[in-house]
């Protein structure tokens, strides 16, 4: 079964300052696609970027970019300019293809604090 | 405006009671998934359905029933049977493409159950 992990359960960043979010996931599968969504205190989920495993590009929203490392299993979010609505909850997240391409998996999120 | 919408915002149930809680999607997708939220937790799946009166049990099935009368609505009942129902609840709705599975899920703004 696929598996994602987010290791920092707390992030703080500097507002107009850079921040890394991490996330690694274990899976057999070659084809398949990662999320990174934010959950702010709404609690509503919004979608921020998402990556195709087949593209080496990694995908870039604006101020968001992703380092994916598909040798590593590695996903993880840079946010560049941190603002004050970037204060939430992130969670990445996983879904295979084929007959697996139904289901997320998430990790179990990182709190970003964003500091004036 | 398209959307997601889950009602209501905060629901109460005593023990013993069933209760449904709705999801509509104006959004035209044909699947549909119920997720679970528990504290410091990622989201769990609970349902899902990808057309017109078919659904599917997620990982965590026990103690919920769905149905899919129409493309739109895909409203949850949370049972007596089920054991720790006091939970954050999201519904998600994507497209279906062709040969390649479903595409990227979209939230609801959810609903927080809890039990007395």
């Known amino acids: 079964a696929q598996t994602v992990t987010q290791s920092q359960p707390e992030m703080s960043v500097q507002e107009a300052e850079t921040v890394t979010l991490s996330c690694t996931y274990d899976t057999s599968e070659s084809d398949y696609y990662l999320f990174w969504y934010k959950q702010p205190p709404s609690r509503q989920m919004i979608l921020v970027i998402r990556q195709e495993a087949y593209k080496q590009q990694n995908a870039t929203e604006n101020r968001f970019s992703v380092n994916f490392q598909k040798a590593a299993k590695s996903f993880s979010l840079k946010i560049s300019d941190s603002q004050l609505g970037d204060a939430a909850m992130y969670f990445c997240a996983y879904r295979g293809s084929g007959g697996s391409n139904y289901k997320l998996t998430f990790g179990k999120g990182t709190l970003l604090t964003v500091n004036p | 405006d398209g959307g997601i919408t889950q009602s209501p915002k905060y629901l109460f149930r005593k023990e013993g009671q069933n209760v449904t809680l709705s999801c509509e999607q104006n959004l035209n997708h044909d699947a549909m998934y119920w997720y679970r939220q528990d504290p410091g937790q990622g989201l769990r799946l609970i349902y899902y359905?990808?057309?017109?009166?078919?659904?599917q049990k997620g990982d965590i099935a026990e103690g919920y029933s769905v149905s899919r009368e129409k493309k739109e609505s895909f409203p949850l009942t949370v049972t007596s049977a089920q054991k720790n129902p006091t939970a954050f609840y999201l519904c998600?709705?994507?497209?279906?493409?062709?040969?390649?599975?479903?595409?990227?899920?979209?939230f609801g703004p959810g609903t927080r159950l809890t039990v007395l």
């Open positions: 359905s990808q057309i017109v009166n078919d659904f």
């Open positions: 998600a709705s994507s497209i279906l493409l062709a040969g390649a599975g479903t595409d990227t899920q979209y």
